[in-house]
């Protein structure tokens, strides 16, 4: 029997996909579970299997197309069925009508020729310029009413060449730019610093490395253990995990409502070619480090093949983004809606301080807090960040 292929919804409030590209070609056999078509949403480009074994039949829409999310755009039929008939209705994609309107004869008229403002040039200077390959549009001329000499020509051919590289943003990468115009724009952001002494978070990753190591075959990182601190943190401060809907068309709730969210998924922001994806570790609040180690391990592998899954960039409530192995000291995240935060790590760094009233070497690492003020305010964001600190103070 034949089961259509629909543009998938991949996020809340999500009405269109645009349609990268079909993995499989039309009359190739396709078996379930095999990766089918990669999708565009607004975070990130993603892998969709397909449903059943079948030969991908029927296709409707092609690369480019932004299709309303549950159109149906293929059929994986079986050996000798048809797929159904499409739809008289047209496909909603956003692409133009490239055809060509019918052309007008060009008419002969004076205006086909040069220009009476063009600026002259000495038979002189146009044999020079064809010598030298110089482009006449990029010379100005300094001759009476601009005209252009031999030297002008001279001048231009032994200047040197200014060259421009134009880089084409990747599609993760545009929606990136997209995404952060938005928020940036858009969100209300204020920022929370806190300086914190990571003695004991360096103690806690010490003791726990080997038996991770040995149970869960990964590294355990200090990024685990800041996840597990903030999933602790937020169980105490719901509004930090709340999310701003005001913006959002989601049934039930109005412009200007904030919803609570039931769950604790923490998003990691993860750095791919020319681009920035946020992968989540669900239910953080109930993994153990060593889980979350193997969790983050598996989404930075997935992120760096560019094999990210629906499910491991859906449902994010709070985000952190680590730029500690950078060698950055302290920096501020933008915040990726509908989310309240964002928590910005910078670097464990040896600095001097003050402890007990004289002057000690501490390892030290600043977070900042990013926090949308529509949905929390100075006093919940401090108390939260304090938690946090706390959490990680005592690990």
Known sequence: MAVSVVMPALEMAQETGKLVSWLKKEGEQVKKGEMLLEVETDKAVVEIEAAQDGILAGVTAQIGDVVPVGQTIAWL????EQPPAASATPAQTGRQ???????????????????AASPRISPKARKLAGEHGVDLKQVTGSGPGGEIL?????????????????????????????????????????????????????ASRAQLLPPVEQSHKVKLTHTDLIVAAVATALKQHPRMNASWTGDLNVPGFH?????????????????????VVTAVIQHADTASPGDIAVRRRELADRAAANRLQPSDIAGA???????GMFA???????????????????????????????????????????SDHRVVDGARAAAFLNDVVTALQSS
Do not use: C, Y
């Open 255 to 275: 412009d200007g409502s904030i919803r609570l969210n039931a769950d604790i998924n923490i998003a990691l922001a993860m750095a791919v070619d020319n681009a």
């Open 150 to 202: 031999a030297d002008d020509i001279l001048k231009a051919a032994a200047a040197p060449a200014i060259t421009t590289h134009v880089e084409p943003l990747s599609s993760i990468g545009r929606i990136m730019a997209e995404r952060t115009t938005q928020s940036w724009t858009t969100v209300p952001h204020f920022f929370v610093t806190r300086e914190v002494d990571a003695t004991m978070l360096n």
């Open 97 to 115: 009508n490239t055809q060509p309107a019918a052309a007008a004869p060009a008419a002969r008229t004076e205006s086909a020729a040069p220009s």
């Open 317 to 323: 409530t709070f985000t952190i983004s680590n730029l």
């Open 328 to 370: 950055v000291d302290a920096f501020t995240a933008i915040i990726v809606p509908p989310q309240a935060g964002i928590l910005a790590v910078g670097a464990i760094t040896d600095r001097v301080v003050a402890v007990d009233g004289k002057p000690a070497v501490r390892p030290m690492m600043t977070l900042t807090l990013s």
């Open 77 to 80: 039929v079986q050996p000798g």
